[in-house]
C-alpha cells in the first residue's frame, strides 16, 4: 500500500494471474475486520483499491490488509497515523 503509514487513505495495488473470486479486507490488530474492499469475481489484470479513513473510530495504529485470490492468501502490515 501506498503511502505507509497513511491518513487518511492509502492505495492497495495487487494483481491477479488467472480469473478467480478476490476478496480485500482490512483488519486491526485484535484480528477484528473493519473494512471490505473488494468481494467479487475478477479477471486477470492489476488492480488499485482506495481504502480511505472516515471516521474517528478507526485509532492510529497497525492494520493489516488480507487479500484472497483463488487458494491464495496474502496479509500486508499498514499504518493508521492521526
Known amino acids: 500500500n501506498y503511502p505507509n503509514p497513511f491518513n487518511p ?3 492497495i495495488s495487487y494483481q491477479i494471474s488467472a480469473s478467480s473470486h478476490v476478496s480485500l479486507k482490512i483488519f486491526d ?3 477484528r475486520e473493519v473494512a471490505t474492499l473488494v468481494d467479487e469475481f475478477k479477471q486477470p489484470g492489476s488492480y488499485n483499491s482506495q481504502f480511505t479513513v472516515q471516521n ?3 485509532m492510529s495504529g497497525v492494520y493489516f490488509y488480507q487479500l484472497k485470490t483463488g487458494k491464495n492468501i496474502e496479509t500486508k502490515k ?4 492521526k
Open 56 to 58: 474517528s473510530a478507526l
Open 29 to 31: 490488530v485484535l484480528g
Open 9 to 11: 487513505s492509502t492505495t
Open 78 to 81: 499498514m499504518i493508521l497515523v
